[in-house]
């Protein structure tokens, strides 16, 4: 079956980059949109950003200055890069699989990020 | 972005119970509207999608309801394993959003 897996750093300093990696098996990345999506006690839910094979992105506004979402085919693994992050980035990173009716169906299983010097 | 707002927040309720748990939007959201289930420590899981279509898998006393600005989610008999924080995400509008989710409690 369809299998997520988040990996990275699960500290980071305040101002430095955060970067994920989402590995998919069981699927390839060049069907279907690939989320990010975040989960914090203050702000809950958040949706990041996706990513086509393409190479299309869609970003969250309140993001996407500081945000890149990339693929390798190859690899069959898209990554997520946040920069300038403060203690208000810290929360949980989920990647998702987005279908066609509008609904993330499969999810890896989170993996924690605290920014903190 | 649409606001999504749960109601209630929290409820308490016994095992064979009928559970009514509904999404309000700050805007029409037409039927893009989505259904998750998150236990402590775990991912959300998708219980519908389109409002009113369940996922493959979800068990038939979960069932989805409504359109523009009211969606509801019912469970028609409350198990042992429902008990979780549930919420729902709307995509008739980008950016996604998802409610501050509801909380079902064992009574």
């Known amino acids: 079956q369809v299998q997520l897996q988040e990996s990275g750093p699960g500290l980071v300093k305040p101002s430095e980059t955060l970067s994920l990696t989402c590995t998919v098996s069981?699927?390839?990345?060049?069907?279907?949109?690939w989320s990010w999506i975040r989960q914090s006690p203050g702000k809950g839910l958040e949706w990041i950003g996706y990513?086509?094979?393409?190479?299309?992105?869609n970003y969250n506004p309140s993001l996407k200055t500081r945000l890149t979402i990339s693929a390798d085919t190859s690899k069959n693994h898209f990554s997520l890069r946040l920069t300038s992050v403060t203690a208000a980035d810290t929360a949980v990173y989920f990647c998702?699989?987005?279908?066609?009716?509008?609904?993330?169906?499969?999810w890896g299983q989170g993996t924690m990020v605290t920014v903190s010097s | 972005d649409i606001q999504l707002t749960q109601s209630p927040s929290f409820l308490s309720a016994s095992v064979g119970d009928r559970v009514t748990i509904t999404c309000r939007a700050s805007q029409g959201i037409s039927r893009y509207l989505a259904w998750y289930q998150q236990k402590p420590g775990k991912a959300p899981k998708l219980l519908i999608y389109a409002a009113s279509t369940l996922q493959s898998g979800v068990p038939s006393r979960f069932s989805g309801s409504g359109s523009g600005t009211e969606v509801t989610l019912t469970i028609s008999s409350l198990q042992p394993e429902d008990f979780a924080t549930y919420y729902c995400q709307q995509l008739n509008d980008y950016p996604p959003t998802f409610g501050q989710g509801t909380k079902v409690a064992i009574k």
């Open positions: 990513i086509y094979h393409s190479g299309s992105t």
């Open positions: 069981g699927d390839s990345i060049t069907s279907y949109y």
């Open positions: 998702a699989r987005l279908t066609g009716v509008n609904a993330f169906d499969i």
